[in-house]
Each structure stands twice: as C-alpha cells, then as structure tokens.
C-alpha cells in the first residue's frame, strides 16, 4: 500500500531560524497533501495544505511545496518562533477519505 | 467549522474491561473516523463509521475488539473491549469537512490507560 517517509524525525532550531520537513511518497495517485501540527496534550490542528494541481501555498510563515515529478512535499516555517515547537505530521491521499499519515517530526525552536 | 467533542478525556482502565468512547458534532456530518495515536506515534485509521450500517475497518483492526456505532449523523462510539496495556493510546474521532479534498478535523482524543 501507500507509504509515506517523514523526515527529520526531531529538529531543533533556534528562533527566527527557518524550519523545513520533507514527505516524500510513492503512489502517484496522490492528490491531496495536508500538514497537521499537534502540541503536547492536544489534537493535530490542520494548518495547511496543498493539491496536486499546485506547486506551492503560503499562509504568512508556513509555506508547502510539491514536487509531483519526484513525489515529495515539504513543509517550510520561517522566522521560527518558541510557539512553533509541536510535532508536525505530513499526510496524503488520493482522493478517498483515506488518509495516510507520515511518521512525524517533533521541532524544537529554542529561544 | 463543525466543533467535535469527546468522552471521556481520559480514562484509566483495568485489563479485560471495556471502554466506550463517544463522539459528538455540532453539525450532521457524513464521515465520521476513529484512529489511535499510540504513545510517540503517528495516527492510524482504525475504521470508518458509516450511518446506519456497520463500520468499515481497516486492515489490523476487527469488529470484536473495536466495536463501532453510528446512530446518526451527529455522534458515534467506540468501544475498546477486553482491553490489555498495549491498548493504551489516544482515540481520536475525526470528521470530513465539506471541501472538495475531504479534509479531517480532530476532535480532542481520548487517552486511555490500561494497567
């Protein structure tokens, strides 16, 4: 079945620093490619996402790229900021309710 | 956005017992999901609970263990039976929005204990 690589796994930065986490996938099919960020304690919160028509999606300091060709989608933070330390799940589908979950990535921004 | 909440938030159980969580929206939604989020881990889909007929499950996950209802639009449970410690995770229900790609939202999870 479809299988999703998640990396890094952890990721320190310090803030004001850039942050990025790479997906990278094999099922062409693909279509739909969603980040969530999950805080201790909390539920993953869908912070942005992108579709297989478009290559890059900005929401002020979170951006997501994707690369069709090569099969792989990243996450991109800019001017880190201490709020910003959660673990970040990359996720696809190819337009079922399925999703497929990456293996996540917990960062650090250390102030 | 639909507001989604569960119960319980937590629970601590003993072996062999069972635990019934509930989901509850604010809104009729057609897709409801049940995953598991065990400890530093990633979520996985448990099933699929469809309104008025039994739930789709995915593959490691059966009915007897994971039982699922869905009376209507608007609520669903999960019932974790006959549960042993490597049943400890957190439960988390999910429901679709109403864009086009199906996007999940999460409601707050249930984490489960079991000593």
């Known amino acids: 079945g479809e299988n999703v690589e998640q990396h890094p796994s952890t990721l320190s930065v310090q803030e004001g620093d850039s942050a990025v986490i790479k997906c990278t996938y094999s099922?062409?099919?693909?279509?739909?490619f969603p980040w969530y960020k999950q805080e201790l304690g909390k539920r993953p919160q869908l912070i942005i996402d992108?579709?297989?028509?478009?290559g890059e999606k900005k929401d002020q300091r979170i951006a997501v790229t994707l690369n069709k060709t090569a099969k792989h989608f990243s996450l991109h933070i800019t001017e880190t900021q201490p709020e910003d330390s959660a673990v970040y799940f990359c996720?696809?589908?190819?337009?079922?309710?399925?999703?497929?979950f990456g293996t996540g990535t917990r960062l650090k921004v250390l102030a | 956005s639909a507001v989604i909440s569960q119960k319980p938030s937590r629970d601590i159980c003993q072996r062999g017992t069972s635990l019934t969580i509930q989901c509850q929206v604010d809104?009729?939604?057609?897709?409801m999901f049940w995953y598991r989020q065990q400890p530093g881990q990633s979520l996985t889909l448990i099933a699929t609970?469809?309104?008025?007929?039994?739930?789709?499950?995915e593959s490691g996950f059966v009915i007897d263990k994971f039982p699922i209802s869905r009376p209507n639009l608007t609520f669903s449970t999960l019932t974790v039976s006959n549960m042993s410690p490597e049943d400890s995770s957190i439960y988390l229900c999910?429901?679709?929005?109403?864009?086009?790609?199906?996007?999940?939202?999460f409601g707050p999870g249930t984490r489960l204990t079991v000593l």
């Open positions: 996720a696809l589908t190819s337009g079922t309710y399925k999703y497929i």
């Open positions: 099922d062409s099919a693909s279509n739909y």
């Open positions: 992108i579709r297989s028509n478009v």
């Open positions: 809104s009729q939604v057609t897709m």
């Open positions: 609970a469809n309104q008025g007929s039994e739930a789709t499950y």
């Open positions: 999910s429901i679709t929005g109403t864009g086009r790609y199906n996007e999940q939202f």
